[in-house]
């Protein structure tokens, strides 16, 4: 168990609605990634937040954004959603200190898009 | 995009036997590091290699880093049932302003007791 916990562990959604997920990072970690990864595929880089400022956002257009709130929680928005969305969400938490460069995952959000 | 592109695809091997891994990449990394991945689940980190390094060593895991070839190679000695799972590396792009990480595709692990 690393600590990182998401929520809903899964929700289905038609085109056009609008989603939030949710992460609760490592205690202490104040930097958390998140991820899309579609079936078969490995995880793509969304975006970053660091002390919650977004800090490196991957190629996804602007429908996708994020918050990280006082405590180092987080949550991804996705509006407008298309069927390609369909996928695992994952969070990922670090701490500056250890290793920054290792990320703690959360078990995924699966969301499908009818 | 994905960066990293492991290989084999898919591999099954008998358990006690030694699975190998390839990982090959495209630009200069700041680190490579390998993760498993149970049946769509979360990631688990396993190891991390400086691009400094050349070799690394945990438990039944052991890595390997060529920056000249771009590539990577893991190795788990006396594979069990329980290491089927899906392995992936990740490059850290040196020189990159966040800690992003670029995942590879991944390769399918099958230990057949």
């Known amino acids: 168990e690393t600590g990182v916990t998401q929520s809903p562990t899964h929700l289905i959604k038609t085109r056009g609605q609008q989603v939030t997920l949710r992460c609760s990072s490592q205690?202490?970690?104040?930097?958390v990634s998140w991820y899309q990864q579609a079936l078969g595929q490995g995880p793509q880089f969304i975006f970053q937040y660091y002390r919650e400022e977004e800090n490196g956002r991957g190629n996804f257009p602007p429908r996708f954004s994020g918050l990280q709130f006082p405590n180092y929680s987080s949550e991804l928005n996705v509006n407008a959603l298309e069927l390609d969305d369909s996928a695992l969400y994952l969070c990922?938490?670090?701490?500056?200190?250890?290793?920054?460069?290792?990320?703690?995952f959360g078990p995924g959000t699966r969301l499908t898009v009818l | 995009s994905q960066q990293g592109e492991e290989d084999p695809q898919a591999l099954s091997i008998q358990e006690g036997e030694n699975a190998t891994m390839n990982c090959s990449y495209k630009?200069?990394?700041?680190?490579l590091q390998w993760y498993r991945q149970n049946s769509g689940r979360g990631l688990v980190h396993l190891i991390l290699?400086?691009?400094?390094?050349r070799e690394k060593h945990s438990g039944r895991l052991r890595v390997t880093l060529d920056t000249s070839k771009k590539s990577s190679s893991l190795l788990i000695t006396a594979s069990r049932a329980a290491d089927t799972a899906s392995y992936f590396c990740a490059t850290r792009p040196a020189g990159a302003g966040s800690y992003q990480l670029t995942f590879g595709k991944g390769t399918k692990l099958s230990v057949i007791p």
């Open positions: 990922a938490s670090s701490h500056p200190k250890l290793s920054t460069d290792t990320q703690y």
């Open positions: 205690s202490g970690h104040n930097t």
């Open positions: 290699i400086r691009s400094n390094e």
């Open positions: 630009t200069s990394i700041n680190n």
